[in-house]
């Protein structure tokens, strides 16, 4: 760790967020005309919010990797030192890939097998930015796997994180903050390991805070596929990249709980299709006095609802403080 690298982290961060909170208005504003929104259904009054605000946490992040890259190679004695690596460009473009397909989603349904597909194949890009294959898992050993890691293992971790984040959201700034947190920790690892990559989760980290600022209840602004699976992408692609793959899975707990609390549910469903208990509810609603009314404790952010009266802003707030301990666990694992 360097204070270059500190310093470039500072900048970075401020850079990102600041350009958020200030074009982020215009932007809710342009997306009002246009009509693009969606319903808000934890509002009594079913609002409509527009969405697709991932558009912009992607777009500021690469105008960020284009100014840098422009002052990098700028002629003397104007260049600025801004190391950009192979590592940050790869993770970017894995990001974008996701984030442009989850665009295409909320257009076309193009059916699981063919998203499964395209998303498993997006991750190749990060071939050529990981150093090492060898993984090490606590208390049993080193393995190296060799083209295993890179053809199977990489693009399996970086699909799977990108849909636990998908999935685990709903709420008014729940899947932005818990991405915001779930970076914040990465960059701090990042930093103290001395990885490339510091670069881009600066920028995504700032950026996605700044979003949070506007989609923290109650939102004016909702991310939509291309945010929480861009993000997600970028969470996956940091932790195969590094090799942090154990670690990155401690902090992905509670995202990994809620998809087989969901996994769960579906197949009582099928099994008891007849049984009310386990009918298929994608929302809940807002009781008369602002408490949440959930139909079962089936995906985590329903479970503190289900059994206690809790408004959604108290509930997000919950399931942060429920990452946190896993984030600063996943932070001290050295694997």
């Given at each position: ?54 558009v ?6 690469f ?73 090490t ?120 709980i ?19 208990r ?29 059994y ?28």
């Open positions: 760790m360097t204070m270059q690298t500190i310093e470039l982290t500072a900048v970075m961060l401020l850079a990102s967020f600041a350009i958020v909170m200030v074009v982020m208005p215009r932007f809710i504003e342009k997306l009002k005309k246009r009509g693009t929104v969606a319903t808000d259904q934890y509002k009594r009054d079913s609002r409509k919010i527009p969405t697709w605000g991932g912009a946490i992607l777009a500021v992040v105008l960020l990797f284009g100014i840098a890259t422009l002052l990098e190679y700028l002629p003397a004695p104007f260049s600025v030192p801004i190391r950009v690596t192979g590592v940050d460009w790869a993770i970017l473009v894995v990001a974008g890939l996701f984030g442009a397909f989850g665009l295409v989603d909320d257009f076309v349904d193009v059916g699981r097998p063919v998203k499964i597909l395209m998303l498993f194949f997006f991750s190749y890009r990060l071939i050529f930015a990981i150093g090492s294959t060898i993984v898992i606590p208390f049993i050993g080193s393995f190296d796997f060799g083209a295993y890691y890179l053809f199977l293992i990489v693009p399996i971790y970086v699909l799977v994180a990108a849909n636990l984040v998908n999935m685990h959201s709903g709420f008014n700034g729940l899947a932005s903050g818990l991405s915001g947190i779930v970076l914040a920790f990465l960059l701090v690892k990042f930093i103290l390991t001395g990885y490339d990559g510091v670069f881009v989760l600066s920028c995504l980290t700032g950026a996605t805070v700044g979003f949070l600022w506007y989609n923290w209840y109650p939102a004016r602004i909702f991310m939509a596929n291309i945010g929480s699976l861009s993000l997600g992408a970028a969470i996956g692609a940091a932790i195969v990249v590094s090799g942090f793959l154990v670690s990155g899975f401690i902090m992905l707990i509670p995202h990994t809620n998809f087989l609390m969901y996994v769960y549910w579906r197949l009582m469903h099928k099994l008891h299709p007849e049984d009310w386990w009918s298929i509810e994608k929302f809940g609603k807002v009781r008369g006095d602002g408490t949440l009314g959930v139909p079962n404790p089936l995906t985590l952010k329903w479970v503190l609802p289900y206690f009266r809790m408004t959604e802003k108290q509930a997000v707030l919950a399931m942060y403080a429920l990452t946190l301990p896993f984030c600063i666990i996943g932070l001290f694992i050295p694997y």
